[in-house]
């Protein structure tokens, strides 16, 4: 019931503003594969900091680019060429990068491609293996090769 009562009052907002067409609440799934699909970015507006940004990285992963609050791991993950970082707990910074986004359609495809990019270059399992095996082949000569 307390999880409920904010997740109605946000559904009233996003109906209240006529919004409900283009803006839905994802509850959570075990495999988000098929939102991240669909969705054209992810949006990971935490209040507190997160110390690794897991839905930043999944969303990457899909090639979908990242509006983030600037704390936590989140800072980390998210650059310039991936996404957006914005203040924590400032939703005027939120909507104005919404509405760059909006306004400008072909930064959010420039930001889907570096999302990949940043992805495969530094998130994906092949690359976290290669840097595992590289910082533990100093400790480890058999990892050596």
Known sequence: NDVREPIEAL???IAAATLSDVVSLEPFRDDPEEVYRW???CVVPSRLPEPFGRVAIEAMAH???VIAAAHGG???IVDDASGWLF???DADALAAILAGVIADPA???AHATGAAQRFAGHFSS????????AVLSDW???LRG
Do not use: W
């Open 11 to 13: 559904e009233a907002q």
């Open 39 to 41: 969705a054209d970015l």
């Open 63 to 65: 090639g979908r680019p």
């Open 74 to 76: 989140l800072v980390e």
């Open 87 to 89: 203040p924590p707990n």
């Open 107 to 109: 930064s959010l495809s």
């Open 126 to 133: 092949e690359t976290m293996s290669e840097r595992l095996r």
């Open 140 to 142: 480890i000569p058999a």
